[in-house]
Antibody, heavy 122, light 108 residues
Framework: QGQLVESGGGVVQPGRSLRLSCAAS????????MHWVRQAPGKGLEWVSV????????YYGDSMKGRLTISRDNAKNMLYLQINSLRPEDTAVFYC???????????????WGQGTTVVVSS | DIQMTQSPSSLSASVGDRVTITCQAS??????LNWYQQKPGKAPKLLIY???NLEKGVPSRFSGSGSGTDFTFTINSLQPEDFATYYC??????????FGPGTKVAIK
């Protein structure tokens, strides 16, 4: 079915940058589009970004657009999210997730990681 | 942008009850809707895709219906492990995805 393990979260000061990582295993990573989803404390789910299976296309949600770079390394089965100019309101659990469709578009998520927590505070 | 609403935002129910949650889209999204379950401290889990299709391994007491702008998610005979928050999510605006605000199902 597949497994995803995020890392890279932590406590960071406002204005700093952070790179989140997601290690994939148990499935053919290069066949799937991959997402990042975040969840602020006590709040709902918010879609953040998607990258196509081959890295050819990348899309971002409006709330963090301009401060994000999603990337992947299919040779290493790794997904990344670079977040710049972090703000206190970015404090959240960030999940990486696999799109439910093979190669196609952006539909939804059928495999999720356990999440990595980002706390933005001085 | 497509906006998603859910009602109720929370409910209390007893084991064995039938629970219904509605999700409404701000425009026609055909059947491009998924439902997820999330328990505290855990990642979401896909339950229903394409509005009415049960994800593999998900118990048959879960079901979904609807198309266009109005959707329903039902749990028949609520079980103790079903107490969680449920989210709808649209993908008509592919690649941009939108989640509903969630419905918390609590124990009465």
């Amino acid at each position: 079915q597949g497994q995803l393990v995020e890392s890279g979260g932590g406590v960071v000061q406002p204005g700093r940058s952070l790179r989140l990582s997601c290690a994939a295993s148990g499935f053919t990573f290069s066949n799937f589009n991959m997402h990042w989803v975040r969840q602020a404390p006590g709040k709902g789910l918010e879609w953040v970004s998607v990258i196509w299976y081959d890295g050819s296309e990348k899309y971002y949600g409006d709330s963090m657009k301009g401060r994000l770079t999603i990337s992947r390394d299919n040779a290493k089965n790794m997904l990344y999210l670079q977040i710049n100019s972090l703000r206190p309101e970015d404090t959240a659990v960030f999940y990486c997730a696999r799109d439910m469709a093979v190669i196609k578009g952006s539909y939804g998520m059928d495999v999720w990681g356990q999440g990595t927590t980002v706390v933005v505070s001085s | 942008d497509i906006q998603m609403t859910q009602s109720p935002s929370s409910l209390s129910a007893s084991v064995g009850d039938r629970v219904t949650i509605t999700c409404q889209a701000s425009q026609d999204i055909h059947n491009f809707l998924n439902w997820y379950q999330q328990k505290p401290g855990k990642a979401p889990k896909l339950l229903i895709y394409d509005a009415s299709n049960l994800e593999k391994g998900v118990p048959s007491r879960f079901s979904g219906s609807g198309s266009g702008t109005d959707f329903t998610f039902t749990i028949n005979s609520l079980q103790p492990e079903d107490f969680a928050t449920y989210y709808c999510q649209q993908y008509d605006n592919d690649p941009s995805l939108t989640f509903g605000p969630g419905t918390k199902v609590a124990i009465k």
